[in-house]
Nanobody, 123 residues
Framework: QVQLVESGGGLVQAGGSLRLSCSAA????????MAWFRQAPGKEREFVAS????????YYGDSVTGRFTISRDNAKNTMYLQMNSLKPEDTAVYYC????????????????WGQGTQVTVSS
């Protein structure tokens, strides 16, 4: 089993930045891709970004490309999401996810999920 814990969410003004972290713990090591998804009130969960096990491949949702950067440090069992130029429409609960193999934007590819961290961007 893998436990994922997100941190770093909060309230920020439009144009500001936040850095989210996702720490992994448990008996099972993460052997695949990791990703961030988000869900705004009344909307479906949306793919934000994913990163391969070695960090060599990254993918981004269209709405965050050029503003967000995903990274991971396997030595620390931690993944990050640097969010710049935040917009009110980025307001959502952000979820960390981990897969047992290579994965990109498919929600169903991810086996483990965190509880989420709230990001609120004020205008």
């Amino acid at each position: 089993q893998v436990q994922l814990v997100e941190s770093g969410g909060g309230l920020v003004q439009a144009g500001g930045s936040l850095r989210l972290s996702c720490s992994a713990a448990g008996r099972t090591a993460i052997s695949g891709s990791m990703a961030w998804f988000r869900q705004a009130p009344g909307k479906e969960r949306e793919f934000v970004a994913s990163i391969s096990w070695n960090g060599g491949s990254t993918y981004y949702g269209d709405s965050v490309t050029g503003r967000f950067t995903i990274s991971r440090d396997n030595a620390k069992n931690t993944m990050y999401l640097q969010m710049n130029s935040l917009k009110p429409e980025d307001t959502a609960v952000y979820y960390c996810a981990a897969a047992s193999r290579s994965a990109t934007s498919r929600y169903a590819s991810y086996n483990y999920w965190g509880q989420g961290t709230q990001v609120t961007v004020s205008s």
